[in-house]
Every structure is written in structure tokens, then in C-alpha cells.
């Protein structure tokens, strides 16, 4: 994903130039922080620890910024940021000095989605967009259905599809107060973001390395320690920039998203190439399910970057899934995936502390489980390099 963070200044009068900005900026940002001017901006702490912010402002009739003004502030913040002047004017000499800051850019109301667009790809590659891992974020409909225990399964079949030297993949469990990944790996959990919560410039290549727990040379692992730390004591610009951090390492990085909904888990799933919903199959699970599938959609997740995964399905020994008219119709139409129940498997598989793929390589679970993989590397165009398809029926039949 692009690694944009947008800050937007506008002073947010009548016209709404936020909201105007917030929309242009959308599709190329992941997280975005609005203020209300250039100068607020400068002692912004947010603004000062993101790595390599894009700033879009806004000049309107009711909330004039001068040109003069964006090129000040351009030239101060070179190096740190771009800035992006959206205006209907500017004079000849202020367009000059914008761009000879080398940091900032001026575009047209009319025409500024394109132009935003074009120029993130022109920033490609460059200091300020960078050519990063794909992202999928895999969100529970609810507790236990079973969101760990696929990511881990997920991620290591697709690691094994690597090619030697073909890069690597990380999960991230971002079950800050203590998930259960580091358990079925039977890892040691290291990423402890408590450790860098109001200190920001620890967040170094040497940190990093401690944060990590390799599962092997193709999967890294940032599982969260149990720990005390409440949810209004993480920063999540500190977590946005650990994200970008790593994401010039991996070609791929799974989030394993609690269920319970953060302030900032908008903004994960956004910037996600991809959505993994998972839940199971009995009827207040499938409830709470499409809940969560229809705010995706609220929230403009394109529907071929959402896989359903419905997990611990019944199935017979035919391999059909029980019940499933009655799922269908809970679940009005939508395609989903099924990953059969399989007790003896999955149990066998955490004892050891490796993923299925290695202890049941040709269970029919872990068959459900290499569909589920074949959906990501669709959807995101990694590994195989083929682009996003719509979403595939379910492996058990
Ligand atoms: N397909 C399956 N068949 C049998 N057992 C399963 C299956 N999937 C997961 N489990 C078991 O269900 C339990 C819950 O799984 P897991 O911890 O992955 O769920 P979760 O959604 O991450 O839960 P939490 O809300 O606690 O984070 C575990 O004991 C796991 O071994
Ligand atoms: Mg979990």
C-alpha cells in the first residue's frame, strides 16, 4: 500500500474545505489528521514523528490561504514533507518558488482527485510513496471464531509459496494487550509497543529487530506480550509508523485485528489491499457477520477486497457444508469461503507450535485453508503477480 499519511489544513468554515480535502486525499492516504492552519500544523507532534507526511491545503473563499503562506511552510518542512497547494489560482511567481522548494505541488479544484492521483504515482518510488507490502487485515465478526488461528495458517501457506530470495511475510498482531498468536507458533512474543508509546525516536531498524520473532527464514511474526496498557494509552500514529516501518521489508503483511472496534481500526482497514471477515456458522455468528460486512461496504471496501470466511463449518463426509441454505439465506447472497471444523488438527498443530501446512499438509482443513490463500494472492497481486479477481466460492464443497 502506499504509505501516505495525509495531514489536511483547512480552517473548516461553512464551506467545508476539510471535508472536500479528507475526500481528494482518501484513495491515496491511510491515515488522515486533520488541522485547522499551516501554523497549527508545524507544532503538530503527529505531524512532526510521521515519516515522510503529505500535506494537502486548501485555499477557498471563505477560508483564503495565500500562496505565499504553502510556500513558506514548504520550503521549512523540505525534507520532511510534500505539500500540496489545492487552489483555482496562483500567480506565475508563486507557482515557481512552490516548486522550486521540491517539496510541494499545486493543483486545481476542479481536476484534484486525478491530479492528487497522478502525482502519487509520480512520487512513486521516491521518498514520499514507496512501493511497500501489500496489507490484509483479517477482522473478526466476534470473539473466538477462530481470526488468530487462520492468519497463522493463512500466512504460512503463502510463505511457502515463496520463491527462495522471493522476499518474506510478517504478521502483525495487533491484539496490543496480549494476543494468542506468539502461542500457536509457540514464539516468544516481542513486539511490545508499550516501549515506544511517547517515544517515538526509538523506533529504529535496531527495535525493530528486537520487536521480531521469526518463524522462519520466509515468516516473521510481531506478536503482542500480555500487558497491562489500555487502549486510550496507544498512540496510533506511534502504530502507523511501526506499520511503515516495516512495510518496505515484507512483500506481504496479515493483521490479525481484534474484535472489539479501536478508534483507529478505520484507518487500518483503509489502508488494507485487502479484508479477511472472518466468523462461524451458527446464526447469531452469521448475524454479527453481515453487521460487519455491510459497514465495510459503508465505509467503500470494493467488494472483490473482502473475503467472507466462515470457520469451524460442520461438513459431511462428502465434504458439504451442513446447513448451508440456511447460512446462505442469513447471509443474503454473499460468496464466502468455508474452512471446515477439524478439532484433532488444529489442537495437533498447536501442541507442536507449527501451522497445519507443515503437521497436516494434506488435510482437507488445510485444503479450505490454501483456497483462503489463493483469494489473498488474487486479491493483492502478490506472489503470483496476477490482480484481484471477485471473491471465490468456498473450498469445501
Ligand atoms: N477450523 C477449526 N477447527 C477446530 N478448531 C478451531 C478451528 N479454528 C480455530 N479453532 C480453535 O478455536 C479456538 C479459537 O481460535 P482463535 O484463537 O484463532 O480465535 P480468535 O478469533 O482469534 O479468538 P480471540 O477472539 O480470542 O482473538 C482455538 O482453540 C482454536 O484452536
Ligand atoms: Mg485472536
Not at 514548504?74 to 510534500?82: I, L
Not at 487462520?150 to 522476499?167: D, F, I, N, Q, T
Request: proline letters at 5%; charged letters at 25%.
Amino acid at each position: 500500500m502506499a504509505t501516505v499519511q495525509c495531514f489536511i489544513v483547512g480552517a473548516d468554515r461553512e464551506d467545508g474545505c476539510r471535508r472536500l480535502l479528507a475526500g481528494i486525499a482518501q484513495p491515496v492516504s491511510r491515515a488522515t489528521v486533520s488541522v485547522a492552519s499551516l501554523s497549527a500544523l508545524g507544532g503538530d507532534p503527529r505531524f512532526l514523528q510521521a515519516a515522510r507526511p503529505l500535506v494537502l491545503v486548501g485555499d477557498m473563499p471563505a477560508e483564503p490561504v495565500t500562496a505565499a503562506e504553502v510556500v513558506a511552510f514548504a520550503q521549512e518542512q523540505r525534507g520532511h514533507a510534500f505539500t500540496v497547494y489545492v487552489a483555482d489560482t496562483i500567480a506565475p511567481d508563486d507557482y515557481k518558488q512552490l516548486v522550486r522548494s521540491g517539496a510541494a505541488e499545486w493543483i486545481q479544484w476542479g481536476s484534484a482527485a486525478q491530479e492528487l492521483h497522478d502525482l502519487a504515482a509520480r512520487l512513486h518510488g521516491a521518498d514520499l510513496v514507496e512501493r511497500t507490502a501489500r496489507i490484509v487485515s483479517f477482522l473478526p465478526s466476534k470473539g473466538g471464531v477462530g481470526n488468530t488461528t487462520l492468519v497463522v495458517e493463512a500466512a504460512s501457506c503463502l510463505a511457502g509459496r515463496l520463491k527462495r530470495g522471493g522476499g518474506r511475510i510478517a504478521v502483525l498482531d495487533l491484539n496490543l494487550q496480549g494476543g494468542t498468536l506468539a502461542d500457536i507458533l509457540d514464539l516468544e512474543p516481542r513486539f511490545d509497543i508499550g516501549e515506544v508509546m511517547g517515544r517515538p525516536e526509538r523506533l529504529d531498524e535496531q527495535l525493530i529487530g528486537v520487536f521480531t520473532s521469526r518463524h522462519s527464514d520466509r515468516l516473521d511474526v510481531f506478536a503482542s506480550p500480555a500487558r497491562r496498557i489500555g487502549p486510550e494509552e496507544i498512540d496510533p500514529q506511534i502504530v502507523f509508523a511501526f506499520i511503515d516501518s516495516i512495510s518496505t521489508r515484507y512483500e506481504l503483511i496479515l493483521f490479525d485485528l481484534p474484535q472489539h472496534w479501536l478508534s483507529w481500526t478505520d484507518s487500518l482497514i483503509k489502508g488494507s489491499d485487502a479484508v479477511v471477515l472472518t466468523g462461524s456458522t451458527n446464526v447469531p455468528a452469521l448475524r454479527k457477520l453481515t453487521g460487519k460486512l455491510a459497514y465495510l461496504k459503508e465505509m467503500g471496501v470494493p467488494e472483490n477486497r473482502i473475503a467472507t470466511v466462515l470457520n469451524g463449518a460442520e461438513v459431511d463426509l462428502l465434504g458439504r457444508v451442513a446447513r448451508r441454505a440456511e447460512i446462505e439465506r442469513v447471509l443474503n447472497g454473499q460468496r464466502c469461503l468455508f474452512v471446515r471444523r477439524d478439532g484433532a488438527a488444529v489442537d495437533e498443530a498447536a501442541d507442536v507450535g507449527r501451522p497445519l501446512s507443515e503437521t497436516a499438509p494434506s488435510s482437507r482443513i488445510g485444503r479450505d485453508v490454501r483456497a483462503l490463500a489463493d483469494w489473498i494472492e488474487a486479491a493483492t497481486g502478490r506472489l503470483a503477480g496476477t490482480e484481484p479477481q471477485a471473491a471465490a466460492t468456498g473450498a469445501a464443497a
